[in-house]
């Protein structure tokens, strides 16, 4: 499976983007998805993630104001980000985990940068 992560970019406080992921490959494998980032001098951490159900999970920091989906027919993944504070700025990266080797694959990160 590869993922394949986009969207990213400047907004200003208060603004909005929306996030894709695009799965390729063995996608038949795909369990759950999420997203997480890293922000410069931070580890990296869970923002957001849904099962292969459709349940999701926000980290508190942005629960109300991002929402995670997913399109099985498209084979995609996103992320609505409302409301953006420069708090949100991180390189933002996409993950599914596998029913199959290697059990978790990462897409290749997409900046957010958010100013005030």
């Known amino acids: 499976v590869q993922l394949q992560a986009s969207g990213g970019g400047l907004v200003q406080a208060g603004g909005s983007l929306r996030l894709s992921c695009a799965a390729s490959?063995?996608?038949?494998?795909?369990?759950?998805m999420a997203w997480y980032r890293q922000a410069p001098g931070k580890q990296r951490e869970m923002v957001a993630a849904?099962?292969?159900?459709?349940?999701?999970n926000y980290a508190d920091s942005v629960k109300g104001r991002f929402t995670i989906s997913r399109d099985n027919a498209k084979n995609m993944m996103y992320l609505q980000m409302n409301s953006l504070k420069p708090e949100d700025t991180a390189i933002y990266y996409c993950?599914?985990?596998?029913?199959?080797?290697?059990?978790?694959?990462w897409g290749q990160g997409t900046l957010v940068t958010v100013s005030s």
């Open positions: 993950n599914a985990d596998l029913a199959i080797l290697p059990h978790r694959v």
């Open positions: 490959g063995s996608i038949f494998s795909i369990k759950g």
């Open positions: 849904i099962s292969s159900g459709g349940s999701t």
